[in-house]
């Protein structure tokens, strides 16, 4: 399931639109922040952006960071992931003059309070699905619930097929970070439901 979660940095980066600025370019994979060189974007790149992950599995936390050239057209946005032993944040920022991200990269905090909403809670190798009696209660902004099943897990030399279901913070699936891998099939489903509200 690491694989899987840190794996979807990778998804955020190099589409672009627009006007050619100054951008720092590096990355790290153990870090919260990372320095390199200053790139001239190419003409169709129009902001700078800055990518970063946190994934806390079982109380210990890992960083990546990325710092590129880019061009989404959302200035901002944050996706958040929690099951009962893993928390995963991904946070992409973008600015619009030379070198604006140089500056550390950061991560808005998170809100820790219940707000009412429960998702089932469970993970399983080698599956299409998971199922179980034992739900998680969500936190924060996490207010649906998130099924993701495909070939997503790694054993260390391979993907194949896992599935897990949690909270998310998404409206919609088609704003899940490998959303787009549904159409190459590594992806064979996501979902968002709306969970198990406290009477």
Known sequence: MNAFLTGVIFL???????????CVS??????TDCSGEVTTCAEDQT??????????????ASNQ????CGGDEEP??????????????????????DKCNEKPAQLTPRVNTPNGVKCMNCFKDYSADCNSEETI????????????????CNNGTAFYACALRHCTNIASADLH???????????????????IKDA
């Open 76 to 97: 901002h946005w944050i996706y958040r992931e929690e099951s009962l032993t893993t928390f995963f944040q991904l946070e992409v920022e973008n600015c619009e003059t």
């Open 12 to 22: 955020v980066a190099f589409t672009a639109t627009g006007k050619s600025i100054d």
């Open 26 to 31: 590096c990355s790290s994979t153990n870090g």
């Open 65 to 68: 960071v990325y710092k590129y």
């Open 137 to 152: 209660e969500c936190t924060g902004d996490m207010n649906k619930c998130l099924f993701v099943s495909g070939n997503f």
């Open 177 to 195: 970070p490998r959303y787009d891998e549904v159409d190459t099939g590594n992806i064979q489903k996501i979902e968002i439901s709306e969970g």
């Open 47 to 60: 902001f700078c952006q800055t990518a970063r992950t946190e994934l806390k599995k079982d109380g210990v």
